[in-house]
């Protein structure tokens, strides 16, 4: 089992919301090995981007990427999945599949940030743009789901 990474504190609250993130996913597939209807899914997926991951990759884009340049390939990368997550959580269509894809590439998603893109920015990133980070960086995630439909036995 790999060493938990030591995150800078100011990035921690990044990383507890990449946790949701990862929570998020497992949540998936625990809706679909007890069989749950993915339109039930789509609509907490659809809850989980509007009230949390949308703002979490804005936040990101703003104050946490451009501590490297816009042409780093680790950048280019983060964005480009960035755009593709939120393309699989806006789509109405083939429901199942795309929950399918958004299960597993959230989860790769996070893991490039967390094990390499912030390992990067912590390397290179100055105080004062650490300041700014923990300045503007306040939303914790509060959970407000009714339909817990990854707990066995509810409905």
């Given at each position: 089992?790999?060493?938990?990474?030591?995150?800078?504190?100011?990035?921690?609250?990044?990383?507890?919301?990449?946790?949701?993130?990862?929570?998020?996913?497992?949540?998936?597939?625990?809706?679909?090995s007890f069989g749950i209807a993915p339109e039930r899914m789509k609509k907490y997926t659809d809850w989980f981007w509007e009230n949390h991951l949308q703002a979490h990759f804005e936040f990101e884009e703003n104050y946490i990427f451009p501590i490297l340049d816009k042409e780093h390939p680790f950048i280019k990368r983060a964005l480009r999945e960035h755009r593709r997550l939120k393309r699989l959580f806006m789509a109405t269509d083939k429901i199942e599949r795309n929950i399918s894809l958004i299960e597993e590439e959230l989860v790769a998603h996070i893991r490039f940030e967390e094990r390499v893109l912030f390992k990067e920015v912590e390397a290179v990133a100055t105080t004062e743009q650490?300041?700014?980070?923990?300045?503007?960086?306040?939303?914790?995630?509060?959970?407000?789901?009714?339909?817990?439909?990854?707990?066995?036995?509810k409905k």
């Open positions: 089992m790999p060493k938990p990474i030591k995150r800078h504190i100011v990035l921690q609250p990044i990383s507890r919301e990449h946790h949701h993130g990862l929570l998020l996913s497992w949540k998936i597939r625990q809706g679909f650490l300041k700014r980070i923990e300045q503007e960086h306040s939303k914790p995630i509060v959970e407000e789901w009714e339909d817990k439909f990854w707990v066995r036995n």
